[in-house]
């Protein structure tokens, strides 16, 4: 079975966000659908180990933000490669909250769509949440980020936490940087995809990676 096959599959990259009146839960997802139109329906897939999963339970209610073309990897890497526990996602950016009072950015999001979960379905590894929605508002005329565009584009990789995630294969493969005038070196992180460059032969020991903060040991030298 050739599983490369799967990143055929046209998706794109979206901001799925909750409140609890507790906590706050933020993470990049690369499944996010409309179902039904009548009740409008869409769905998103979380992982169950994602903080946002059970933040999302408890709460009911969700937020599904599109992703435009506008964002970069540090963005995707604070919502995507950081945990909500850990960091206060929205620090230093817009934040507005919906109807249901879950918080969004305006800043590289071209729609936002706030959902009621109608149901919370169990399936293995991640959790699928269909939500009715109760309000939807268009942010930007900016193009949506497509799972294609960040891999070849920005080169991104895809976590192990992702719905589309193929163990053992990396939809970046072959996807080199841009040529720099002048001996420069280019590192990868093999987690996150960021790609560093450097005129130094090596990266230093205590070198982090700026968006997932994995140290050299994680990168690979791509030129």
Request: net charge negative; with cysteine.
């Amino acid at each position: 079975m050739d599983s490369t096959a799967l990143f055929k599959f046209s998706s794109g990259l979206y901001i799925v966000s909750a409140t609890d009146g507790e906590r706050t839960g933020a993470c990049i997802i690369n499944t996010g659908l409309q179902l039904t139109s009548e009740p409008l329906q869409v769905e998103v897939v979380v992982n169950k180990k994602n903080y946002t999963c059970d933040v999302i339970k408890e709460a009911g209610h969700f937020a599904l933000s599109v992703v435009s073309e506008r964002a970069d990897m540090p963005f995707i890497g604070t919502f995507g490669f950081k945990c909500s526990a850990d960091i206060d996602k929205f620090s230093g950016l817009p934040t507005e909250t919906t109807d249901m009072f879950d918080p969004y950015t305006t800043e590289n999001t071209c729609a936002v769509i706030s959902c009621a979960v109608a149901q919370a379905i169990d399936v293995g590894t991640h959790v699928i949440f269909v939500g009715e929605v109760t309000d939807a508002r268009n942010l930007s005329d900016d193009a949506p980020m497509t799972y294609s565009y960040y891999h070849t584009v920005l080169r991104g990789k895809t976590p192990p936490k992702a719905s589309a995630f193929v163990p053992g294969e990396d939809a970046t493969k072959g996807a080199r940087p841009a040529k720099a005038a002048g001996p420069l070196h280019h590192f990868r992180c093999m987690v996150c995809g960021y790609v560093h460059e450097t005129p130094d032969e090596e990266l230093p020991a205590d070198f982090k990676c700026p968006l997932c903060g994995f140290g050299p040991e994680k990168f690979e030298r791509i030129d």
